[in-house]
């Protein structure tokens, strides 16, 4: 009757999305000029010094095998560029036919998803609200509150992540601020 | 560009863990009586008419694929059986090489996890700590706390539950109160 030490355990604060154990990835917006349709407005953000944290996640050091779950916290600020609320940069999995759930503990947004045949679908975030992705769909999650979106995630671990072809092509729709209320809309600079 | 409508959601209380949308499956003293150990306790409990709610979970209707995250809420009640806590019964995946995340919301207590070589391993849960149950190991949720334990947990959908291998062997290690704390004892009743 041996103990083990296999199992993996990391304590994340509720409110804030962090840990204290781990160290996050962060992406600012000098790391996603390509993702946020008006250019002109992240370029006057930046030139103006101002490169904003825009979301940070755990991509922890766990097994990657297909009967593993990764897992994490992923925390997007409140923002806009132009009028383009603050987002993740958005991904496939590389193991296609792989979904996620998001589990969100705080904040208010969306989860914007598209398959690779153009379908998709939007879901929204309220604390207490989990989202299950299907299989083939890539997903972003958007705030389009005043306060950090904090999500908890999983998926099987050796899904992988494809950002490229978002980080190509762009979502077909995007979600912006229109009368101060977050609206969808076509991507106007989506390519094909 | 068709908007489909494949993603699922649910809206848990981040206090109860209780969902309106979704019924729970619930487990009552009288569905566990091959669980606890002190099988005299449990029978006074019931003669007294209490076949108090022991834990409820949730087991949505999603589609059950090796590339679907099956989620949920779990909400194990404080309480104790003799001096043996409020607990799940346990289970092994029938796909046994998957594992299964747990994300502790409120409350406390411990994941308690074993192989079928009898390896072990405990893990505590507190608000905030996400617990990573490795592939092959049986797992147990345990409430040593005063308020209910609630846990989000994840796992590939085509795992399956296996509940008669610890139905008919029980785990080898049990967590019972001694002098008002929670300690890890060699389970009496254990079959190999």
New interface residues.
């Given amino acids: ?14 409110k804030t999305g962090l840990s204290k154990e781990e160290k996050t990835k962060q992406r600012h917006l000098s790391d996603m000029t390509k993702m946020f349709y008006d250019t002109k407005a992240l370029q006057e953000e930046m030139e103006a010094g101002h490169d904003a944290l825009v979301y940070e996640y755990y991509d922890l050091d ?2 990657k ?5 990764q ?1 994490g916290t992923s925390i997007v600020y409140p923002g806009t560029v132009g009028d383009e609320y603050y987002m993740t940069k958005g991904h496939y999995h590389e ?1 296609l ?5 998001y ?1 969100c ?1 705080s904040g208010e947004g969306y ?1 914007l ?1 598209e ?1 690779p045949e ?4 939007i ?2 975030f ?10 083939r ?1 890539a997903h972003r999650s958007i705030n389009t509150g005043k306060e950090p979106l904090v999500t ?1 995630f ?3 671990a050796d899904a992988g992540h494809d950002y490229g072809t978002i980080e190509a092509k762009g979502f ?2 995007l979600v912006v601020e229109r009368d101060g209320k977050p609206e969808i809309i ?1 991507n106007p600079k989506w390519q094909k």
């Avoid at 009757?1 to 509720?14: E, H, P, R, S, V």
């Avoid at 095998?65 to 779950?69: A, E, R, S, Y």
């Avoid at 309220?126 to 299989?135: E, S």
């Fill in positions: 009757m041996t103990q083990t030490n296999l199992a993996n355990a990391t304590l994340f604060d509720l766990l097994p095998t297909d009967g593993d779950i897992y193991v036919e792989t979904g996620e759930v589990f503990i989860l998803m398959n153009g379908e998709w679908e879901e929204k309220v604390p207490g609200r989990a989202v299950h992705v299907p299989p769909y908890f999983a998926f099987r077909r729709k076509d």
